[in-house]
């Protein structure tokens, strides 16, 4: 099935791919292979075969466009440029149409200030979307922003407006947002998901299960936030998730900390919490050896003692 191109295509980001597409045969990644069987001459070939054979940016960008269901380059360029005539956000309002995940996509992209300054003059729907999808921590920072803002500058609102819709565009330029699909969930049908994934972690905490034993914890929360949003899940993390590096990372992810600075606290973390592991399976080691060999109580203690320093 080829695949979609966004609502508003960008002819750069194309070419972008197309390049990437070429980069990946030039460095050697057999993963290209596959897609470069796209082209007549490499229809049979092996994998070793077509890295070793010559690659221009054309066939790269005729191997892309047979991906999208073009015929030729020249097919979807033409495609593009004619889808391209106008924005898909003109106004503020336009915004309200797009999902919840698309809105928290856009905000992590928003300068909270701009957010704030924006929020004080937008349609009641668009209102009430933006505000659902803000984690507790953003909504009381932009609290702060509100009490800090004198009387509503229309000016500033107004250019507020134009940064966001600026931003919006060109995020659904790349294929990042995308409209509700008028499937996302009722209250009922929420509480209905989270009160089902409560009683799956209330069954046995996520602490205490095994690595195997996670997995359905973890696709039940990927579908939440590929459907919802990701804060969809917030209570559900705050109240119910007792894994500390896993709430850890949930809830910056939440908050829209960027994604290396989650990971660069959690390796952290996770390095503590193995030197941590491994000095209490240390001492054990060592206990059972004094144990078993007689060792005076007070000297035992002493040894324990050792490694917690």
Request: aromatic letters at 4%; hydrophobic letters at 45%; proline letters at 4%.
């Amino acid at each position: 099935m080829p695949r979609q191109l966004p609502p508003r295509p960008n002819l750069d980001q194309l070419k972008n791919q197309a390049k990437d597409i070429l980069k990946a045969h030039e460095r050697k990644d057999a993963a290209v292979c596959g897609r470069l069987r796209a082209l007549n001459r490499f229809a049979k070939s092996s994998d070793a075969e077509i890295l070793a054979g010559e690659l221009n940016l054309a066939d790269a960008q005729f191997v892309l466009a047979m991906e999208y269901g073009f015929k030729s380059w020249g097919e979807m360029k033409t495609h593009v440029e004619s889808a391209g005539a106008s924005p898909p956000f003109v106004k503020m309002e336009d915004l309200a149409g797009l999902g919840n995940r698309s809105i928290q996509v856009l905000m992590r992209d928003i300068d909270t200030r701009d957010l704030a300054v924006a929020m004080l003059n937008v349609p009641d729907e668009l209102y009430g979307k933006l505000w659902k999808n803000l984690s507790q921590q953003a909504r009381a920072v932009i609290k702060e922003e509100w009490a800090a803002i004198a009387p509503a500058d229309p000016a500033a609102i107004e250019a507020a407006h134009r940064k966001i819709l600026e931003i919006a565009n060109k995020l659904a330029a790349m294929g990042e947002l995308m409209g509700s699909d008028g499937k996302e969930d009722t209250e009922m049908e929420k509480k209905e998901w989270e009160a089902a994934l409560i009683k799956e972690i209330e069954r046995k905490p996520v602490e205490l299960r095994t690595a195997a034993e996670l997995v359905p914890i973890f696709f039940e929360l990927s579908r939440v936030a590929r459907r919802e949003g990701l804060v969809a899940m917030e209570d559900l993390v705050n109240n119910h998730v007792g894994d500390d590096l896993l709430k850890l990372g949930l809830r910056e992810i939440i908050a829209g900390t960027d994604m290396s600075v989650v990971m660069g606290v959690l390796e952290a973390r996770k390095a503590t919490l193995i030197q941590a592991c491994e000095r209490r399976l240390s001492m054990i080691v060592a206990a059972v050896e004094g144990v078993g060999s007689g060792l005076n109580p007070r000297l035992m203690e002493e040894k324990c003692k050792a490694f917690l320093t």
